[in-house]
């Protein structure tokens, strides 16, 4: 009998939260411009014009997060093991023990803790946009 573990049996959370993450991580790079097609552009191809630090991570994971799942984001979340922003944080300290990621000497789990509260951000705060809905 192998006392190796599977990938799978090593994680911590639901695969796909780890799939959601590198997801958001790419969305977040997306919508503020540091992709590398982008810094390139602007000749300033370096790891920090790259970087995303932990707040504007979870601001990514919180946007993709409701145009994925919308008034469902709670229930998805706690399905893979994930109640809180510090467990975004695991992931991605996850990700960087395992070299899928990289982090500055800035960066620590401690930015991903208590950054958000689930229920305001994915349920009280949630609003259906119906202006196209009521457009002549």
């Known amino acids: 009998m192998s006392t190796m573990k599977t990938a799978a049996a090593a994680l911590k959370y639901h695969p796909d939260a780890y799939r959601f993450v590198d997801q958001a991580l ?11 097609e982008a810094i390139e552009q602007e000749r300033e191809l370096d790891e920090e014009s790259a970087h995303i630090s932990g707040p504007e991570l979870l601001d990514g994971v919180r946007e993709l997060a409701v145009q994925e799942f919308g008034l469902l984001a709670i229930p998805v979340l706690r399905y893979w093991g994930i109640r809180t922003t510090d467990d975004f944080g695991r992931i991605v300290f ?30 009280r705060s949630y609003r259906i946009d119906l202006s196209e809905t009521f457009a002549e």
């Not at 977040?28 to 540091?34: A, D, I, M, S, V």
């Not at 950054?115 to 951000?121: I, K, L, M, N, R």
């Open 26 to 36: 790419r969305f977040t790079q997306r919508q503020l411009g540091r992709t590398a």
């Open 94 to 123: 996850d990700f960087i023990e395992r070299g899928a990621m990289r982090k500055t000497d800035r960066d620590q789990l401690t930015d991903f803790y208590d950054v958000y509260d689930f229920e305001e951000v994915f349920d």
